[in-house]
C-alpha cells in the first residue's frame, strides 16, 4: 500500500555499520551499467564528480565504463554526463563555483545522468533553491528519496531508476502511495442501508457555479456513497434538478437541518465568497460533529478552528499560499513544507493538489500521490476529488487513508479516459470501474 521515500538522514541511517567503500563500488557500478544501457551509442561519458561521496561514486563509474571499453573522462566532455557534483547530503544553494559547473552540464544539450539525485535538489525535500542540474534519468540507491518525488526535485530527477546496493529495508517517515490503498475502502454490505453505506452531504452550487456541486455529488454516489444531498443558494435548485438526478435538493439555510441525515460534508464546492457563506462554513465545521472535506470557496479566508472530527483541507498551490499569507510561487518552491505548515496551522489533515499530490497529518508523516496522467490538470477534477474524499469519509475510513485513498482512485480513473481532451465529468465516470 505504500512505498518508503526516504530523506538523507534516514539514508544515512540506513548505511550505519556498513562497508561504505563497498557500497560507493556497488553504487559507482549501477551508474555506470545504467548509463551503457541507456545510452548504448554513446561514444563518450564525461564525469563530473564532486568532493564527497557522491563524488567517489562517480569516480567508480569513471572506472567501470573505462573498463567495459568506453572512452570516459572526468570533466564536461562527452555525449553523455554523468553528474556526481553533489549527492544526499546537499541542502541550500550551491556555491558559486558549483553553480556554475551546474549551469555548464545543463548548457551542454547531452543527456544527463544523476547519481543518487540531481545536483542542487535537497533530497530530503524536493527544494532546488538555486541552480540545479536537469536529468535524463537519476540512479538512486537502495531506495527513492522524497525529494525525487516532491517537486521541483520531481521535475529535474527525469526517470527516476532504483539501484540495489545491498542495504536492508528501514523504515521511513513518508512513503509513496500505491493502488492498493483502494482495498481499505470499505464495501457496502448486505446489511447496508442508503444511509450506512455512507450519505454525503455537499454545500455549495451558487448561481454560475453549479457545476462543481454536480460534479461532486456525482463523484461522491460514484464512489460508493449510498446516499448524497446539495443544499445550495434557491436560485440554483432549478438547475441541479435538472441536472442532478439521484441526489436530494436543499435549499442553503436548510444545510443543517439537512446535515443531521449525512455521516460526511463536502464544503465549498461553488459555494461562492458572499461573508455569509463563509460562516456557513465556519458554522458547519463548529457546530456539527461530522467528518468534513473542504475545498475551493470553502476554503476562502478560513481560519484555524477546534474541531475534534476528522476534517480534510484540499488546496492547491494558491490556496494554500493564501491560508498561509505567502503566494503560489512560494508553496510552489517549498510543496512539503508548505503542506507540514498548513497542519501545524490548522490541525488537521491538508492535502496539497498536484502531479505530487502530498497528503500530511498531524504526527504523521507526508504521503505522495503522484499516479495521475497530465491529462488531469483540468477544471473540474478537484470537485471530483472532494466528493470522493467525502464518500470514503462517510465509510468511516480515517481521515488521512481516506484523502489518500481520493486521490489515488481520481488519478487512477483519470488514467482510463483519454490522453488529451480529457473534462472532469470522464473521471467521474470512471471511478466505478477503478474502484472495482
Request: charged share 25%; hydrophobic share 45%; net charge negative.
Amino acid at each position: 500500500m505504500l512505498e518508503p521515500l526516504y530523506t538523507a538522514d534516514e539514508m544515512r541511517a540506513a548505511e550505519e555499520g556498513q562497508d561504505l567503500d563497498l557500497l560507493m563500488a556497488r553504487a559507482g557500478k549501477a551508474v555506470a551499467e545504467e548509463a551503457m544501457r541507456r545510452f548504448p551509442d554513446a561514444r563518450s561519458f564525461g564525469v563530473v564528480c564532486g568532493k564527497g561521496k557522491n563524488g567517489g561514486d562517480g569516480l567508480v563509474a569513471l572506472e567501470v565504463l573505462r573498463a567495459a571499453g568506453r572512452q570516459a573522462d572526468e570533466g564536461l566532455e562527452g555525449e553523455v554526463l554523468i553528474d556526481a557534483l553533489f549527492g544526499t547530503g546537499f541542502h541550500g544553494e550551491p556555491r558559486e563555483e558549483a553553480a556554475e559547473t551546474i549551469e555548464a552540464i545543463n548548457g551542454a544539450g547531452v543527456p544527463v545522468v544523476s547519481v543518487d539525485v540531481p545536483s542542487g535538489v535537497d533530497a530530503s525535500t524536493g527544494e532546488a533553491p538555486g541552480a540545479a542540474v536537469h536529468a535524463t534519468v537519476t540512479v538512486t540507491f537502495h531506495a527513492e528519496k522524497l525529494g525525487l518525488a516532491v517537486r521541483p526535485g520531481r521535475l529535474l530527477a527525469g526517470e527516476v531508476v532504483v539501484a540495489g546496493i545491498g542495504l536492508s529495508p528501514g523504515e521511513t517517515r513518508n512513503a509513496r502511495v500505491l493502488p492498493e490503498i483502494l482495498e481499505l475502502v470499505p464495501r457496502k454490505k448486505a446489511t447496508d442501508t442508503k444511509y450506512s453505506a455512507g450519505s454525503v452531504l455537499v454545500v455549495g452550487g451558487a448561481p454560475g457555479l453549479t457545476g462543481a456541486a454536480c460534479l461532486a455529488a456525482e463523484a461522491a454516489f460514484r464512489a460508493d456513497a449510498g446516499y448524497v444531498a446539495v443544499a445550495a443558494p434557491s436560485q440554483s435548485l432549478p438547475v441541479l434538478e435538472s441536472r442532478l438526478l439521484e441526489a436530494v435538493k436543499r435549499p442553503l439555510e436548510e444545510a443543517h437541518a439537512a446535515a443531521e441525515r449525512a455521516r460526511a460534508l463536502a464544503l465549498g464546492p461553488g459555494l461562492g465568497r458572499e461573508p455569509e457563506r463563509q460562516r456557513l462554513v465556519r458554522a458547519l465545521l463548529g457546530q456539527t460533529s461530522l467528518p468534513a472535506v473542504v475545498d475551493a470557496d470553502g476554503l476562502y479566508e478560513l481560519e484555524p478552528f477546534e474541531r475534534t472530527a476528522p476534517t480534510v483541507l484540499t488546496p492547491h498551490a494558491g490556496e494554500l499560499a493564501a491560508l498561509l499569507g505567502e503566494d503560489a510561487a512560494w508553496v510552489d518552491a517549498h510543496r512539503l513544507r508548505a503542506v507540514e505548515r498548513a497542519v501545524e496551522r490548522f490541525g488537521c489533515v491538508c492535502l496539497l493538489k498536484g502531479a505530487d499530490t502530498l497528503v500530511a497529518a498531524p504526527g504523521e508523516g507526508v504521503l505522495v500521490v503522484d499516479l495521475g496522467p497530465p491529462s488531469l490538470a483540468v477544471a473540474g477534477t478537484g470537485d471530483v476529488l472532494t466528493g470522493v474524499i467525502a464518500a470514503f469519509l462517510a465509510k468511516g475510513l480515517d481521515a488521512r487513508l481516506a484523502a489518500a485513498a481520493g486521490a489515488v482512485a481520481c488519478a487512477l480513473a483519470a488514467s482510463r479516459g483519454p490522453g488529451r481532451g480529457l473534462v472532469a465529468s470522464d473521471v467521474v465516470a470512471r471511478l466505478p470501474d477503478t474502484l472495482s
